[in-house]
């Protein structure tokens, strides 16, 4: 991989991040949806994210908000440096 393909992937992984922090809100061992303040605890993680009635964000968000930020974090610890 070259220099600026990795400067490209180190791009798109913050983007992601944004993107995801502004979805989610991590507060120690709960994750917060930032449409409907509903919380799961990281040993749920395995299950399906629960929102409240009527959240915005239910919709466009993954069911499995904890293992979309571990693939994040995955791909950052495996990009080079
Ligand atoms: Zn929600």
Not at 41 to 54: E, K, M, S, V
Not at 58 to 66: F, G
Request: proline share 4%.
């Amino acid at each position: 991989m070259s220099a600026c393909d990795s400067d490209a992937l180190q791009y798109r992984l913050g983007d992601s991040l944004n993107v995801w922090s502004t979805k989610w809100v991590l507060d120690a061992n709960m994750l917060f949806c930032a449409g409907c303040s509903r919380g799961q605890r990281a040993r749920d993680a395995n299950q399906p994210f629960r929102h409240g009635d009527g959240c915005r964000l239910s919709s466009e968000v993954t069911l499995y908000p904890w293992r979309e930020l571990a693939e994040m974090l995955c791909t950052v610890l495996q990009a080079p440096a």
